[in-house]
């Protein structure tokens, strides 16, 4: 069984909790906030601010919320290099940043992109209200992609649902946005050729260490100028720039699978999602349902439980 431990802030641990709030276990475990059960995955939220994840799917349950905690040996000791080790100035160079949408959302694909920010253009992108995306409108955040995408280079990758499903079984959930950021990364710097990024920044979703073990199964794997580290956005605009492309290019998916079935489709894996996937499987069955969701998450089983009552 998969086991994932995180460290929080004590807003983060209140958002959580509220997130989890059908989910709740009525135990009384000394030291804790609270304990969940999403699918076969056990949250366990410590008073101290760490919140463990146990269960076949911890890591991708875990990385909707932070990153792994440093075990006592440190940090920089499991992953041989600090993920927060950034050189100085490192947010005024010319870089490269990357992030990914969707890998949570039981609906809609998962989105990676990579985009490449000369120094001379961070005060202009910065002009234009480039920050991070979980501050903007989605209203905003779909303008503003349009603008960005005509001012600096990047490569977007769009893994539609079918797809995932068909590879999933075969990669797990970290190691499926490990090959998808090493490939927009690769296909940006073959863009860019011969121009050299002074950095690479990846929004940071698993010890770098365990990025790198999955990137050497990767064909075109890129293992120089790497720099890993959350909430990325915050250091470099690249990165603010990657995820408001990706983000809305997750929404315009989501909003074309709602046009294709007829209804819309939410984002996220909460209740709303088993109801609208029930739906989906009374009109058409797993087959149609595959195209749209992913089926490995717990709304699945969820769904086809509601539509059988139906």
């Not at 993920?83 to 990357?98: K, N, Y």
């Not at 920044?201 to 293992?223: A, C, H, M, W």
Request: hydrophobic content about 35%; glycine content about 8%; some cysteine.
């Amino acid at each position: 069984m998969a086991n994932q431990v995180i460290k929080v802030s004590k807003d983060t641990l209140n958002k959580m909790k509220q997130s989890y709030q059908k989910n709740l276990l009525n135990k009384a475990i000394p030291y804790t906030e609270f304990s969940a059960k999403v699918g076969t995955t056990t949250i366990t939220a410590y008073t101290s601010g760490k919140v463990m994840f146990q269960g076949n799917d911890a890591e991708r349950e875990a990385a909707k919320w932070g990153a792994p905690a440093p075990t006592k040996t440190g940090e920089q000791k499991a992953t041989g290099k600090s993920s927060t080790a950034l050189p100085a100035g490192f947010a005024q160079r010319s870089a490269i940043g990357s992030d990914e949408v969707g890998n949570g959302s039981y609906f809609g694909p998962v989105t990676v992109c990579a985009a490449y920010v000369e120094k001379d253009m961070i005060p202009k992108l910065q002009a234009f209200g480039v920050r991070d995306s979980k501050e903007l409108t989605d209203d905003q955040i779909i303008k503003l992609s349009k603008v960005i995408k005509e001012l600096i280079p990047y490569r977007l990758l769009i893994m539609e649902p079918k797809k995932y499903n068909e590879i999933q079984p075969k990669y797990n959930a970290v190691h499926m946005k490990v090959a998808l950021h090493n490939q927009a990364i690769f296909l940006l710097l073959r863009d860019l050729d011969p121009v050299k990024p002074e950095g690479i920044l990846i929004d940071q979703f698993t010890p770098e260490g365990n990025y790198r073990k999955y990137v050497r199964d990767e064909r075109n794997q890129v293992s120089e100028k790497l720099y890993f580290i959350t909430k990325g956005e915050q250091y470099h605009i690249a990165v603010a720039a990657a995820s408001i492309i990706c983000r809305a290019a997750f929404l315009e998916e989501l909003e074309k699978e709602g046009k294709e079935l007829g209804f819309a489709v939410p984002s996220g894996a909460g209740a709303k999602s088993d109801q609208v996937a029930a739906r989906i499987l009374k009109q058409g069955g797993l087959s149609l349902l595959e195209n749209y969701a992913k089926l490995h998450f717990a709304n699945t089983g969820k769904a086809q439980k509601i539509a059988d009552k139906g």
